[in-house]
Protein backbone atom coordinates (compact mmCIF):
# COMPACT_ATOMS: atom_id res chain seq x y z
CA UNK A 1 0.00 0.00 0.00
CA UNK A 2 0.77 3.55 -0.52
CA UNK A 3 2.03 5.65 2.44
CA UNK A 4 3.28 9.12 2.59
CA UNK A 5 5.97 10.46 5.26
CA UNK A 6 6.91 13.86 6.08
CA UNK A 7 8.87 15.90 8.53
CA UNK A 8 9.54 17.12 10.78
CA UNK A 9 6.05 17.27 12.42
CA UNK A 10 7.53 20.62 13.96
CA UNK A 11 9.66 23.26 13.30
CA UNK A 12 10.88 26.29 15.36
CA UNK A 13 13.06 28.44 13.05
CA UNK A 14 14.22 32.56 13.61
CA UNK A 15 13.64 35.03 11.04
CA UNK A 16 15.96 34.87 8.47
CA UNK A 17 17.33 31.51 8.18
CA UNK A 18 17.04 28.45 6.31
CA UNK A 19 14.32 26.23 5.78
CA UNK A 20 13.98 22.42 4.20
CA UNK A 21 10.80 20.09 4.52
CA UNK A 22 11.04 17.01 2.69
CA UNK A 23 8.38 14.62 1.95
CA UNK A 24 8.58 10.81 0.12
CA UNK A 25 6.12 8.65 -0.87
CA UNK A 26 6.15 4.82 -0.95
CA UNK A 27 4.47 2.00 -3.13
CA UNK A 28 3.63 4.13 -6.05
CA UNK A 29 5.66 5.08 -9.17
CA UNK A 30 5.64 8.82 -10.55
CA UNK A 31 2.79 10.23 -8.31
CA UNK A 32 1.95 13.96 -9.00
CA UNK A 33 3.27 15.68 -5.80
CA UNK A 34 2.19 18.84 -3.88
CA UNK A 35 2.76 21.37 -1.40
CA UNK A 36 0.19 23.17 0.49
CA UNK A 37 -0.13 25.53 3.11
CA UNK A 38 -2.45 26.34 5.40
CA UNK A 39 -2.71 29.43 7.47
CA UNK A 40 -5.07 30.04 10.37
CA UNK A 41 -8.33 31.21 9.12
CA UNK A 42 -7.19 30.78 5.22
CA UNK A 43 -7.66 27.31 4.41
CA UNK A 44 -5.58 25.31 2.08
CA UNK A 45 -3.34 26.70 -0.67
CA UNK A 46 -1.73 25.11 -3.15
CA UNK A 47 1.89 26.40 -3.44
CA UNK A 48 3.68 23.77 -5.30
CA UNK A 49 3.41 20.57 -7.86
CA UNK A 50 5.26 18.36 -9.87
CA UNK A 51 4.77 15.86 -12.33
CA UNK A 52 7.62 14.34 -12.51
CA UNK A 53 11.45 14.53 -11.61
CA UNK A 54 12.74 18.07 -12.28
CA UNK A 55 9.28 19.32 -13.15
CA UNK A 56 7.81 21.79 -10.63
CA UNK A 57 5.12 24.58 -11.23
CA UNK A 58 4.64 27.14 -8.81
CA UNK A 59 0.91 28.25 -8.04
CA UNK A 60 1.93 31.76 -5.83
CA UNK A 61 4.98 33.96 -5.93
CA UNK A 62 6.43 33.34 -2.49
CA UNK A 63 9.60 33.53 -0.72
CA UNK A 64 9.89 29.25 -1.02
CA UNK A 65 11.10 27.27 -3.44
CA UNK A 66 10.74 23.19 -4.14
CA UNK A 67 12.42 20.60 -5.78
CA UNK A 68 11.73 17.04 -6.85
CA UNK A 69 15.27 15.19 -6.86
CA UNK A 70 14.01 11.71 -7.29
CA UNK A 71 10.38 10.74 -8.57
CA UNK A 72 9.28 10.20 -5.07
CA UNK A 73 10.65 12.79 -3.21
CA UNK A 74 9.37 16.58 -2.83
CA UNK A 75 11.25 18.95 -0.51
CA UNK A 76 10.16 22.49 0.37
CA UNK A 77 12.68 25.26 1.11
CA UNK A 78 13.84 28.65 1.46
CA UNK A 79 17.09 30.41 1.90
CA UNK A 80 15.82 32.90 4.36
CA UNK A 81 12.46 32.49 6.54
CA UNK A 82 9.71 35.38 6.76
CA UNK A 83 7.39 35.75 10.05
CA UNK A 84 4.70 35.54 7.57
CA UNK A 85 5.55 32.04 6.41
CA UNK A 86 4.52 30.35 9.24
CA UNK A 87 1.79 28.05 9.00
CA UNK A 88 1.03 23.95 8.36
CA UNK A 89 2.46 22.51 5.48
CA UNK A 90 1.27 19.57 3.95
CA UNK A 91 2.83 17.22 1.74
CA UNK A 92 0.45 15.48 -1.16
CA UNK A 93 0.50 12.93 -3.78
CA UNK A 94 -1.75 11.66 -6.07
CA UNK A 95 -1.83 9.70 -8.94
CA UNK A 96 -0.72 10.27 -12.46
CA UNK A 97 -4.71 10.92 -13.95
CA UNK A 98 -6.45 14.03 -15.33
CA UNK A 99 -7.64 15.04 -12.20
CA UNK A 100 -10.50 12.41 -11.23
CA UNK A 101 -8.52 11.02 -8.19
CA UNK A 102 -8.13 12.50 -4.77
CA UNK A 103 -4.93 13.61 -3.05
CA UNK A 104 -3.34 11.76 -0.10
CA UNK A 105 -1.88 14.17 2.49
CA UNK A 106 0.88 13.68 4.98
CA UNK A 107 0.72 14.33 8.56
CA UNK A 108 1.85 17.87 8.17
CA UNK A 109 5.09 20.24 9.24
CA UNK A 110 3.74 23.17 11.89
CA UNK A 111 6.17 25.58 11.32
CA UNK A 112 6.25 29.06 13.40
CA UNK A 113 8.99 31.59 12.17
CA UNK A 114 10.61 33.36 15.34
CA UNK B 1 -10.14 29.15 -12.76
CA UNK B 2 -11.98 27.06 -10.29
CA UNK B 3 -13.06 28.63 -6.65
CA UNK B 4 -14.56 26.69 -3.81
CA UNK B 5 -17.17 28.85 -1.01
CA UNK B 6 -17.80 27.64 2.22
CA UNK B 7 -20.19 29.22 3.41
CA UNK B 8 -19.91 28.89 7.21
CA UNK B 9 -16.78 29.08 9.39
CA UNK B 10 -17.99 27.50 12.20
CA UNK B 11 -20.98 25.45 12.61
CA UNK B 12 -22.04 24.24 16.33
CA UNK B 13 -24.14 21.60 16.79
CA UNK B 14 -26.00 19.03 19.64
CA UNK B 15 -24.87 15.33 19.74
CA UNK B 16 -27.56 13.49 17.64
CA UNK B 17 -28.30 16.63 15.61
CA UNK B 18 -28.34 16.83 11.70
CA UNK B 19 -25.84 18.52 10.29
CA UNK B 20 -25.07 19.89 6.87
CA UNK B 21 -22.46 22.02 5.70
CA UNK B 22 -22.00 23.93 2.57
CA UNK B 23 -20.05 24.37 0.00
CA UNK B 24 -20.84 26.04 -3.57
CA UNK B 25 -18.25 25.80 -6.36
CA UNK B 26 -17.28 27.93 -9.55
CA UNK B 27 -16.18 26.48 -12.42
CA UNK B 28 -16.39 26.71 -16.52
CA UNK B 29 -16.06 22.53 -17.27
CA UNK B 30 -17.04 19.71 -15.31
CA UNK B 31 -15.65 18.99 -11.96
CA UNK B 32 -14.60 16.87 -9.67
CA UNK B 33 -15.76 17.35 -6.22
CA UNK B 34 -13.95 16.52 -2.60
CA UNK B 35 -14.75 16.23 1.16
CA UNK B 36 -12.02 15.81 3.82
CA UNK B 37 -11.73 15.73 7.62
CA UNK B 38 -8.88 17.50 9.54
CA UNK B 39 -8.18 16.85 13.06
CA UNK B 40 -6.44 18.72 15.30
CA UNK B 41 -2.15 18.74 13.82
CA UNK B 42 -2.75 16.16 11.52
CA UNK B 43 -3.27 15.60 7.70
CA UNK B 44 -6.40 15.51 5.94
CA UNK B 45 -8.96 12.43 5.51
CA UNK B 46 -10.83 11.72 2.07
CA UNK B 47 -14.47 11.84 3.65
CA UNK B 48 -15.92 10.88 0.43
CA UNK B 49 -15.69 12.24 -3.69
CA UNK B 50 -18.16 13.16 -6.25
CA UNK B 51 -16.70 11.98 -10.38
CA UNK B 52 -19.57 11.40 -11.84
CA UNK B 53 -22.77 9.27 -12.08
CA UNK B 54 -24.86 9.35 -9.16
CA UNK B 55 -25.38 13.17 -7.50
CA UNK B 56 -25.79 11.61 -4.02
CA UNK B 57 -22.79 10.32 -2.76
CA UNK B 58 -22.00 8.12 0.69
CA UNK B 59 -18.63 8.54 2.47
CA UNK B 60 -17.04 7.59 5.37
CA UNK B 61 -18.40 8.12 9.26
CA UNK B 62 -21.96 8.19 7.46
CA UNK B 63 -21.39 11.44 5.91
CA UNK B 64 -23.15 11.59 2.44
CA UNK B 65 -23.09 14.80 0.15
CA UNK B 66 -25.33 15.81 -3.20
CA UNK B 67 -23.91 17.52 -6.18
CA UNK B 68 -26.15 19.85 -8.02
CA UNK B 69 -24.91 21.17 -10.68
CA UNK B 70 -27.60 23.51 -11.38
CA UNK B 71 -27.01 25.33 -7.77
CA UNK B 72 -23.18 24.87 -8.33
CA UNK B 73 -23.36 23.31 -4.92
CA UNK B 74 -21.98 19.98 -2.87
CA UNK B 75 -23.21 20.37 0.55
CA UNK B 76 -22.48 17.56 3.12
CA UNK B 77 -24.27 16.31 5.31
CA UNK B 78 -24.82 13.68 8.46
CA UNK B 79 -28.59 12.50 10.23
CA UNK B 80 -27.06 12.07 13.57
CA UNK B 81 -23.28 13.72 14.39
CA UNK B 82 -21.10 12.22 17.25
CA UNK B 83 -18.90 14.26 19.66
CA UNK B 84 -15.93 12.20 17.23
CA UNK B 85 -17.12 14.31 14.61
CA UNK B 86 -15.60 17.11 15.68
CA UNK B 87 -13.28 18.13 13.33
CA UNK B 88 -12.47 20.65 10.34
CA UNK B 89 -13.74 20.00 7.31
CA UNK B 90 -12.78 21.20 4.21
CA UNK B 91 -14.32 21.37 0.22
CA UNK B 92 -11.48 21.07 -2.97
CA UNK B 93 -12.78 21.04 -6.94
CA UNK B 94 -10.56 19.87 -9.92
CA UNK B 95 -11.12 19.09 -12.88
CA UNK B 96 -9.08 17.42 -16.16
CA UNK B 97 -7.04 20.79 -16.79
CA UNK B 98 -6.15 20.66 -13.17
CA UNK B 99 -3.61 17.64 -13.70
CA UNK B 100 -4.55 16.74 -9.80
CA UNK B 101 -5.04 20.09 -8.38
CA UNK B 102 -7.57 20.60 -5.28
CA UNK B 103 -8.65 23.91 -4.82
CA UNK B 104 -9.86 24.41 -0.92
CA UNK B 105 -12.40 26.11 0.49
CA UNK B 106 -11.43 28.28 3.61
CA UNK B 107 -13.08 25.12 5.77
CA UNK B 108 -15.87 24.75 7.82
CA UNK B 109 -14.99 23.97 11.62
CA UNK B 110 -17.61 21.39 13.46
CA UNK B 111 -18.16 21.45 16.65
CA UNK B 112 -20.03 18.56 18.51
CA UNK B 113 -21.48 19.49 22.00
CA UNK B 114 -22.75 16.79 24.57
Known amino acids: SQTIHQWPATLVQPVGSPLSLECTVEGTSNPNLYWYRQAAGRGLQLLFY??????ISSEVPQNLSASRPQDRQFILSSKKLLLSDSGFYLC?????????????FGQGTRLTVV | AQSVTQLDSQVPVFEEAPVELRCNYSSSVSVYLFWYVQYPNQGLQLLLK??????LVKGINGFEAEFNKSQTSFHLRKPSVHISDTAEYFC????????????FGRGTQLTVWP
Open chain 1, 92 to 104: AWSVPLGGNTEAF
Open chain 2, 92 to 103: AVSDRSTLGRLY
Open chain 2, 50 to 55: YLSGST
Open chain 1, 50 to 55: SVGIGQ
